[in-house]
């Protein structure tokens, strides 16, 4: 993993931060996979620290839980719950924990509702955030995310969906033609 848990942001990053909007205080989570922040929204009960734990045992790092400080599309965890995370059933822990992160990706978590298999064009010009609708409690959830940073660092190359694409590829190769 590039990135490196800390207190404290660098300096340059904490310059970068001074200089931004006023700061939003969100109920979301927050997690951060090689310098990827992804920001975990929906209402109480949708499954944002559920998925944020999975996501941290994936190998994501914790930015924050349940209270998260938004600026412009940096985001940091509220001070009084910096490093800790519910987990129901065992109870609130602490662990390592990232300072800040710039995040590049939103999911707002959905129960229940049907998610589109191709999304319409999901990426906020301004920031540059990528937006995705998921089921938290979805298997493959963390799959989605992880594939989704994968696009977004050009690892990976979207065809068509959120990233507004049109090439449309037919779900089989075409036969060929016999002469």
């Given at each position: 993993?590039?990135?490196?848990?800390?207190?404290?942001?660098?300096?340059a990053?904490?310059?970068?931060?001074?200089?931004?909007?006023?700061?939003?205080?969100?109920?979301a989570?927050?997690?951060?996979?090689?310098?990827?922040g992804?920001?975990?929204?929906g209402?109480?009960?949708?499954?944002?620290?559920?998925?944020l734990l999975?996501?941290i045992?994936?190998?994501?790092?914790?930015?924050?839980?349940d209270?998260?400080l938004?600026?412009?599309?940096?985001?940091?965890?509220?001070?009084?719950?910096?490093?800790?995370?519910?987990?129901?059933?065992?109870?609130?822990?602490?662990?390592?924990?990232?300072?800040?992160?710039?995040?590049?990706?939103q999911?707002?978590?959905?129960?229940?509702?049907?998610?589109?298999?191709?999304?319409?064009?999901a990426?906020?010009?301004?920031?540059?955030?990528?937006?995705?609708?998921?089921?938290?409690?979805?298997?493959?959830?963390?799959?989605?995310?992880?594939?989704?940073?994968?696009?977004?660092?050009?690892?990976?190359?979207?065809?068509?969906?959120?990233?507004?694409?049109?090439?449309?590829?037919?779900p089989f190769?075409?036969k060929?033609?016999?002469?």
């Amino acid at each position: 993993m590039t990135q490196s848990i800390s207190q404290n942001p660098d300096p340059a990053h904490r310059l970068c931060m001074e200089d931004m909007a006023p700061v939003q205080s969100i109920h979301a989570s927050c997690a951060s996979w090689e310098g990827l922040g992804v920001i975990l929204t929906g209402p109480s009960g949708c499954g944002k620290s559920s998925l944020l734990l999975r996501l941290i045992d994936a190998g994501f790092a914790l930015v924050g839980d349940d209270q998260i400080l938004m600026e412009q599309e940096h985001a940091r965890p509220a001070p009084a719950l910096a490093g800790l995370i519910e987990i129901r059933g065992l109870g609130i822990v602490r662990i390592p924990h990232l300072s800040a992160t710039r995040v590049v990706l939103q999911i707002d978590l959905t129960r229940h509702a049907p998610v589109k298999r191709l999304p319409d064009y999901a990426i906020d010009p301004k920031t540059g955030i990528w937006h995705l609708t998921l089921d938290a409690f979805h298997a493959d959830a963390v799959a989605r995310i992880r594939s989704t940073l994968r696009c977004i660092r050009g690892e990976f190359t979207l065809l068509c969906g959120v990233n507004g694409g049109l090439e449309v590829l037919p779900p089989f190769p075409l036969k060929r033609e016999e002469s």
